[in-house]
């Protein structure tokens, strides 16, 4: 059994001979494969049908599953109704289950992936400016250093797509924070890298309990595009762990195998091309279902041409009246029910055909019958083999819907309309009953709402095209709000119903739609409708804010904010617009104009909760920490669950000193989340300043464990280890976070700046280049440069480099304090030497003060320089007073020496 054989992998890796190809009988082979053991050299894990649509590919496939079943396999079948490997893996529990082998620990972890997209899904419409470039340096405290921004925004904001993979890559780093633990990252960003160790464990037992699973994967035309580099890995590769030797693999689709990823394994494939039947194959088939009679065996020969699924048709209705197949002018509808003498029959499968999708509610509206009645029809239609039941639905073979279609539009218009117009009615009852359950901006999120309403939409422009369009081009737009697959499910729907409706117009749209998304992205199809001039100002203003957002999500923010600006042209009432050209204006570094947009999206909609957090933390990046308390207040009183809120006001209280309050509410937001890794390095930041530095680094380790490819994060504990003064760690830590973003300036600074602590003055400078290169007006790295300069004996280069960041910053006390120990080289006047002790002594005062630092006195005798450095300083946490301390002591210490110090 699976314990005690080799894994598959092992297996490949000794076999390379070629066993038996060509065609054969497929069932035949496939059963003596099934006798064979693994380690045999004859034995297959790989059986691939391929042929054109009709040919037989879905029967055959069924047929090898029972002849599976009957050797005591455990199967599982998936078809075009999964659209991602999730989803298929969801497909396969479902029937192992049935058959009495239930998968729990996959089945727990795809409810939780579902979950957490849903999540994610449910967020705002775009994700948050990115960390600004600042470090957190173990040296700084100041609250004007951190007044820049040292790190992401902390609102909860979202992406405007469902999770599809392109999107999912591009905003990978910025969405990483909304999820509760790197695991649940990993479940939305890269499913499968989680499940299918999972998976493949789950098939281990099932195959220690069953001498075979089977697993079958139909429609591979369509669910090859993301099963087959799965499935290559799973079956080739370690990478998810081993693959069992008891498993085999059917696949079926329309086109052979690629060689380029498959042709180095044919020697544990079988190929099975399939085309319509020979004439003895037809036969044969019309024999094994009883029709013998020559007469009838030849019309059915002459009138399918072969191909399978007509012959199995027809067989399967037992026709035996020769006089009743001669009409040579019949159409294909009446090939297929020619034996069906019951015309109440005939015309419920007729019916029937109407809906692409069927289950028994859709089937009597189709009919229009009692409910008993079309409860029984519909149990007699499920018998009739071009009707297939896939996973929740079913559905007519394509070969036989589309002639029954023609059928029925060609030979009464009226009907055909009034029975599209009834389906489209009900389908939009059953989506209004699912929009009383949901919020107003919660409806297209809910996939039940979309599917009720796809399927309105697509009657709809089988009963009126030309009347129907506009509506669904709109709703187009909206399904790109929900991202590529369910924009490309509105585009197919268009393209169905122009072939089913003979609608060219409606056809042509949909296949334009389905080029621009697969040349562009949804911005390549939001341009194609801009382009053709399909909407009023108002539907142009949403495709452009629409656009807007895809563009900020792939990080072209210059882009999007173009687009924002065009949206806001069309349609100034438009507060999603606003708040996207702010979000668009806050990753370019403009927070005041950001804040200018959300006043106006919050006048506009007023009373929201993400506006008012947005806009509060707009308001601490921008350095208004009061007006950020303000909207911050509001925030967390409309949501008290709003994670975000409360991390942003305690951010905003650490920069007004208040540590207490700002632990109190960065306590608060990890409550709600504990995994917040945002509110963690907001946290170790008030550890810091408390001097806690176990603590700090406690929650930064944490952090890392979260977002372990998250630059900002590293550095941040890149810096809290220089500070321990574990600077081999740091470096490493910063040198992580370069190979994640070789452009990452923050990265840089923190690394030049540990260089230098640790004696290594040239690489350090080598690092702070680089930073200022990429970021010419970096205070932080400038002073840092100046601290370099002037180890290396380079006083003029230090004093540019300082004197440019307090230009930059005139608040920023450590390039103050560089500049003292230039001029104290250079200076021998009492007075500067007087300046600095005067400083140092009130600062030294100020650590005992038991009623805080706004009593210390100040006598007349302090010059106004020095009394306005001071205030500066005396606004710095204590553990930073005393290490400002400690430096201006050393400073002092130079006095005496100051004749033999290099100019």
């Given amino acids: 059994m699976g314990s005690t054989r080799p894994s598959m992998q092992e297996l490949i890796g000794r076999r390379r001979r070629a066993g038996f190809v060509g065609r054969v009988?497929?069932?035949?082979?496939?059963?003596?494969?099934?006798?064979?053991?693994?380690?045999?050299?004859?034995?297959?894990?790989?059986?691939?049908?391929?042929?054109?649509?009709?040919v037989g590919k879905t029967f055959l496939v069924r047929e090898l599953e029972q002849t599976a079943r009957e050797a005591g396999a455990l199967t599982a079948y998936v078809d075009e109704g999964a659209a991602s490997v999730p989803e298929a893996m969801t497909a396969m529990a479902r029937q192992f289950a049935a058959q009495g082998r239930r998968f729990k620990e996959l089945e727990r972890m795809l409810a939780a992936h579902r979950e957490r997209r849903h999540e994610a899904e449910a967020a705002l419409l775009m994700g948050d400016p990115a960390e600004p470039d600042g470090p957190s340096a173990g040296s700084l405290a100041v609250a004007r250093a951190a007044q820049v921004g040292l790190g992401m925004v902390p609102l909860a904001g979202a992406f405007a797509a469902a999770l599809d993979a392109d999107t999912l890559a591009q905003s990978a780093d910025r969405l990483r924070a909304r999820f509760r633990s790197q695991e649940d990252a990993q479940l939305v960003l890269s499913p499968e890298q989680v499940l299918t160790p999972v998976l493949l464990s789950e098939l281990a037992g099932a195959a220690d309990a069953a001498p075979w699973v089977v697993i079958f994967l139909d429609t591979y035309e369509r669910t090859g595009l993301f099963l087959d580099p799965w499935l290559h890995d799973v079956m080739t590769t370690d990478r998810y762990g081993n693959l069992p030797a008891d498993i085999v693999v059917v696949t079926s689709g329309q086109h052979p195998f690629g060689t380029a990823r498959w042709g180095g394994f044919a020697d544990f494939m079988?190929?099975?091309?399939?085309?319509?039947?020979?004439e003895a194959e037809a036969r044969g088939l019309l024999a094994d279902k009883g029709v013998r009679d020559e007469p009838v065996v030849a019309e059915v020969l002459r009138l399918t041409g072969g191909l399978p699924v007509l012959v199995s048709t027809l067989a399967a209705t037992g026709p035996d009246d020769p006089e009743r197949v001669g009409d040579p002018s019949a159409t294909a509808v009446e090939r297929f029910l020619k034996w069906e003498r019951d015309p109440v029959r005939r015309a419920a499968a007729l019916a029937g055909a109407l809906p692409r999708q069927l289950d028994e509610d859709v089937f009597r509206t189709a009919v229009d019958c009692p409910e008993d009645d079309a409860r029984s029809l519909f149990a007699w239609l499920m018998s009739m083999p071009f009707v297939t039941e896939r996973v929740e639905r079913?559905?007519?073979?394509?070969?036989?819907?589309?002639?029954?279609?023609?059928?029925?539009?060609?030979?009464?218009?009226?009907?055909?309309?009034?029975?599209?117009?009834?389906?489209?009615?009900?389908?939009?009852?059953w989506r209004e009953e699912c929009e009383a359950d949901l919020p107003p901006d919660m409806?297209?999120?809910?996939?039940?709402?979309?599917?009720?309403?796809?399927?309105?939409?697509?009657?709809?422009?089988?009963?009126?095209?030309?009347?129907?369009?506009?509506?669904?081009l709109r709703d187009f737009v909206d399904a790109c709000g929900e991202g590529d697959p369910v924009a490309r499910r509105w585009a197919q729907t268009l393209v169905q119903a122009g072939e089913d409706a003979d609608a060219k117009k409606a056809g042509e749209w949909g296949s334009e739609l389905l080029a621009g998304l697969d040349g562009g992205g949804i911005p390549g199809a939001l341009g194609t409708l801009l382009a053709k001039g399909a909407f009023d100002d108002r539907a142009r203003a949403e495709v452009h804010r629409l656009r807007g957002v895809e563009f900020g999500g792939s990080g072209d923010h210059a882009t999007a904010l173009t687009e924002f600006d065009r949206a806001i042209e069309l349609d100034r009432e438009s507060a999603p617009a606003y708040v996207g050209r702010a979000i668009a204006r806050a990753h370019r570094g403009d927070h005041i104009a950001a804040i200018a947009d959300l006043d106006r999206a919050d006048a506009l909609a007023p009373g929201?909760?993400?506006?008012?957090?947005?806009?509060g933390d707009y308001h601490r990046l921008a350095g208004d920490y009061d007006s950020a308390i303000r909207d911050l207040d509001r925030a967390?009183?409309?949501?008290?669950?709003?994670?975000?809120?409360?991390?942003?006001?305690?951010?905003?209280?650490?920069?007004?000193?208040?540590?207490?309050?700002?632990?109190?509410?960065?306590?608060?937001?990890?409550?709600?989340?504990?995994e917040y890794s945002w509110a963690l390095v907001r946290r170790a930041r008030v550890w810091r300043s408390r001097g806690e530095q176990e603590r700090r680094l406690a929650d930064l380790d944490?952090?890392?464990?979260?977002?372990p490819d998250a630059p900002w994060v590293l550095c941040e504990r890149g810096d809290a280890l220089v500070a321990a003064g574990r600077h081999g760690a740091a470096l490493a830590d910063y040198d992580r976070a370069l190979e994640l973003n070789r452009e990452y300036a923050s990265a840089y600074a923190s690394r030049g700046a540990c260089r230098a602590a640790m004696g290594e003055p040239a690489k350090a400078l080598a690092d702070l280049d680089r930073a200022i290169e990429l970021k010419p007006e970096y205070s932080w790295a400038l002073w840092q440069r100046a601290k370099t300069h002037l180890a290396l004996g380079s006083r003029p280069r230090a004093a540019a480099d300082v004197e440019r960041a307090l230009e930059l910053d005139p608040d920023h006390w450590e390039a103050q304090v560089i500049r003292a120990r230039i001029d104290a080289r250079r200076l021998v006047d009492d007075e500067a030497w007087d300046r600095l002790s005067l400083i140092r002594d009130r600062l030294e005062a100020s650590l005992s003060a038991p009623d805080g630092l706004g009593r210390l006195p100040m006598t007349p005798a302090v010059p106004d320089e020095t009394a306005g450095s001071l205030e500066a300083f005396l606004g710095l946490a204590p553990a930073d007073r005393a290490d400002l301390t400690q430096r201006l002591t050393e400073i002092l210490a130079l006095r005496d020496s100051i004749g033999g110090i290099p100019d």
Avoid: I
């Fill in 443 to 472: 409806v297209w999120r809910e996939e039940r709402w979309r599917q009720f309403r796809l399927a309105e939409s697509y009657h709809l422009l089988c009963a009126r095209p030309q009347a129907a369009l506009p509506a669904v």
């Fill in 702 to 707: 944490r952090a890392v464990t979260l977002e």
């Fill in 25 to 54: 009988d497929e069932r035949a082979a496939f059963r003596r494969n099934l006798e064979l053991p693994p380690e045999d050299e004859r034995h297959r894990f790989l059986f691939h049908v391929h042929g054109d649509a009709g």
């Fill in 608 to 615: 929201r909760a993400a506006t008012l957090s947005r806009r």
């Fill in 636 to 674: 967390v009183e409309l949501d008290p669950t709003a994670r975000a809120a409360w991390a942003a006001r305690g951010a905003t209280r650490y920069l007004m000193g208040d540590l207490d309050a700002a632990q109190a509410d960065l306590d608060r937001s990890l409550e709600l989340d504990a």
């Fill in 270 to 278: 079988t190929d099975v091309p399939l085309g319509p039947f020979t």
């Fill in 394 to 429: 079913v559905q007519y073979h394509d070969v036989v819907r589309a002639p029954m279609l023609r059928l029925q539009r060609l030979r009464s218009p009226n009907t055909w309309r009034e029975r599209h117009t009834r389906l489209a009615e009900a389908f939009g009852g």
